[in-house]
Every structure is written in C-alpha cells, then in structure tokens.
C-alpha cells in the first residue's frame, strides 16, 4: 500500500502536481517514522534476546522461527530480520530528490547497502522456507516465498539500472523496491487494524484462516499496484490521474498514524524494552 517518490515532478504550478507531490511527501515522513519504530523493535527485540541467548523467544513474535534443531533455518530468519531492520530505516533516505542531489556519493553507497540488504532479506526468507517451511502450510510457504523472490528481482533490477545510468528506471525500480521492503512492517500492521475493527474473524492461531489465506499475498501485491498507480501518474498521468493518486496516498498515512500509535503502545514499544531488558511479557 505504499508508493514513495519525494518528487521533483511537475513544476508545482498546477494544482494536481502539489498535491500528488505533497501527499507523496506526507506518507513518505509517516511512513519513515512508523518503519523507523518497527525496524527498532526488529533490532532490538529479535537482537537483543540472540545476543542474551534467549532467541527462543523469537516465537512470542511468531510460532515457529526458533528450531534449535534447524540452525539452518534459525540463521536465515534472524538474517531476514537484521537486513528487514536495515531496509526499514534506510529506505525513505533514498527516495528524497534533495539527499540524491547534494550528497551523490552517500546516496550511492547507501544504495548498495540497501540492495544488497533486500537481496539477503529475500534469500533469507526463502531459505527458511525451504528449510522450515511456515506454520501456515503450503499456502503460505508460497506467497511468502513470491514476496521473497520479487524482493531478489527488484533488488536486482535497481542496481542494474543504476549501473546502467538509466535514472528513469533505476527510480521506478528504488520504488517498486521499497514498496515492497515495507511489507513485513505492513503484515502486522494490517493484522493489528483487522483485530483491532474485526476481532479474530478468519484468524486461526495456525494462520489458515480465509482471512490469513488473504494476507499471504496481501501485504505486498497492493503495494505494487498502487505504486505503478503512482509511477505512471507522476510520469505523465492526467489531472484525474494525479488528484486519485494523492487521494490514495493521503488514505495510505491516514491508516499509518493510526495503526503506528496502537502498535507502538502496545506491541513494538513494549518488545523493544523486553529486548533490552531481557524480561518477558
């Protein structure tokens, strides 16, 4: 659900380029705040309990990512979280214009890291799959495994473009990238909304529930629509075009302020401190 540029598009004289590019700015500091909480809580909850020799508690996130039997296993997931805490806290730095034009080289280098942090994320996550498959079963080891692969290609894509000079392309790429990047960060915000509105209904605790068969591909696959969405309106989309876009976006950091602040007091801020302090609950 999110699509960023920090946009230098249009030459701010009609009123559909101020607002795309406005909306655009909103959801990019909302969203940079709300990724920035959660890529805390993935550092410091999931790092702090590995370095304190309690990483079984890693399943008090999730059922099934700690198996002392599979260490496999137990690496490529805490890889997945340690790059996933990088992408949160990197990704909205190199989508603001100002930062890619006064500061070329941190740009670039922070722009290696952070491809080279989605490409392990992705094959971090496949390879727990292959490894330990999820509690959700076929189903989910599926979608999971696409968003993990989608994660490699545009990675993979961006940098190519970016090597290539094609500066068009390596933007669209850096957003269809980053659209995905924040999309474990959306998989619970998503979840915390629907229980918060909705209860438990079409949840199971083995996730294969109608409405976790949903979420499967849900997290990420409208990140992507409404990204080309925002891409082809930024380019060259009509005024109707670009007052939707804006309508989506401003819609989008409406849902992050909301879901940021529930889960910052009751989920994320209380696991940073458990991690830090090494205390349950």
Do not use: K
């Amino acid at each position: 659900m999110l699509a960023l540029q920090v946009a230098g598009g249009g030459d701010g004289r009609e009123l559909t380029h101020d607002a795309l590019r406005w909306s655009a700015r909103l959801l990019v500091a909302s969203s940079w705040i709300s990724g920035a909480l959660f890529g805390a809580y993935i550092l410091l909850f999931f790092g702090g309990t590995a370095l304190s020799g309690e990483a079984a508690r890693w399943d008090e996130s999730l059922e099934g990512l700690h198996d002392p039997e599979r260490l496999w296993a137990t690496l490529a997931i805490g890889l997945h979280f340690l790059t996933g805490g990088i992408l949160l806290l990197l990704g909205p730095v190199q989508l603001i214009n100002s930062v890619r034009r006064s500061r070329p080289l941190l740009h670039r280098w922070l722009g290696r890291l952070y491809v080279l942090s989605a490409g392990l994320a992705g094959v971090g996550g496949i390879t727990f799959i292959l490894a330990n498959g999820t509690i959700g079963g076929t189903l989910m080891n599926g979608g999971f495994g696409l968003y993990g692969a989608l994660m490699v290609l545009t990675a993979e894509r961006t940098f190519t473009h970016a090597r290539a000079g094609r500066r068009e392309q390596h933007r669209a790429w850096a957003i269809r990238l980053f659209a995905l990047t924040v999309g474990s960060w959306l998989y619970r915000m998503e979840y915390g909304l629907w229980f918060l509105t909705m209860g438990r209904a079409g949840h199971t605790s083995t996730f294969d529930g109608p409405f976790d068969a949903v979420m499967m591909f849900f997290f990420y696959l409208p990140n992507l629509a409404v990204t080309e969405l925002f891409i082809r309106a930024r380019r060259q989309g009509t005024p109707v075009a670009r007052l939707s876009a804006a309508a989506v976006l401003l819609a989008t950091s409406a849902f992050v302020v909301v879901a940021t602040w529930a889960f910052t007091a009751d989920y994320w801020g209380p696991g940073m401190v458990s991690g830090l302090t090494g205390s349950a609950g």
